[in-house]
């Protein structure tokens, strides 16, 4: 694992090439002197003074696709952490992202340097744990050189990261998932409690007005009751009065037959 580290850390380090040509020999040779003072510096691992040959140089030839592609290898050697974020090495990472992809975007120009530069940018990547910007950068460099064997092994090592990632983060979403589901039904546990014991205490306790609506209730049904039971008292006495009158006719006239 030590070895696939330390490969996927190495950056490639282009020395003076073929320049554009343009007119003015004093400022081609400018040029290739300042480029050449900056590799020295960064062989001795001087990277912030090479950084600072390379810009000079660009300010003699703005379109050097070597010294902007230099210039980027040099921002990035000067931060030590790739994930450090504190505001120098992010602007450094910032900007060598930028040259380095300038050079890139030149694949009909100067393919060798762009198929360099897009491997460089996908070794940036990985370091900074940007596993699918790694994987599409090494691709990118195969596209333009498909002989180049270290982007290849390094594309292999960035797609099993990225898998990797790719299975944390499911796992992670997963976990978060079903802690959700236990909360929800944790909170839905006390909603239905909290429920039943009001329902149980209605129970005990009903409401106010409901109980004078029942006693409503009973009191009605008790005088339709005893109105029943009235009349049917009333009834039995009728009955009672009709038969003594009958007897005392009976009584003091005799009975009559009707044949």
């Not at 990472?93 to 996908?122: I, Q």
């Amino acid at each position: 694992m030590k070895s696939t580290v330390k490969y996927i850390v190495t950056l490639l380090f282009l020395f003076t090439g073929v320049l554009p040509f343009y007119a003015g020999a004093q400022s081609v040779r400018e040029e290739r002197k300042l480029i050449s003072e900056g590799n020295k510096l960064f062989t001795e691992r001087k990277y912030a003074e090479a950084a600072k040959k390379y810009e000079e140089a660009l300010g003699v030839n703005s379109l050097s696709a070597v010294s902007r592609y230099n210039l980027g290898l040099a921002q990035i050697k000067q931060v030590t952490n790739p994930q450090d974020t504190t505001p120098k090495s992010k602007s450094l990472l910032d900007n060598a992202r930028k040259n380095l992809s300038s050079v890139a975007s030149m694949a009909k120009e100067k393919p060798g340097l762009a198929s360099k530069a897009n491997y460089n940018l996908g070794n940036l990547e990985y370091n900074c744990k940007e596993y699918k910007g790694a994987v599409d950068y090494y691709k990118q460099a195969l596209r333009i050189n498909p002989d180049d064997e270290s982007a290849r092994k390094n594309l292999r090592i960035a797609q099993k990261q990225l898998e990797n990632q790719n299975q944390d983060k499911n796992k992670d979403q997963n976990q978060q998932n079903q802690d959700q589901n236990k909360d929800q039904n944790k909170d839905q546990n006390k909603d239905q409690q909290k429920d039943q014991n009001k329902n149980q205490d209605q129970n005990k306790n009903p409401d106010k007005k409901d109980q004078q609506k029942d006693n409503n209730i009973s009191q009605q049904t008790a005088n339709q009751i005893l109105q029943a039971m009235d009349n049917k008292e009333n009834q039995t006495r009728a009955r009672v009065n009709r038969a003594n009158k009958g007897e005392k006719s009976t009584g003091t006239g005799g009975s009559r037959k009707r044949w």
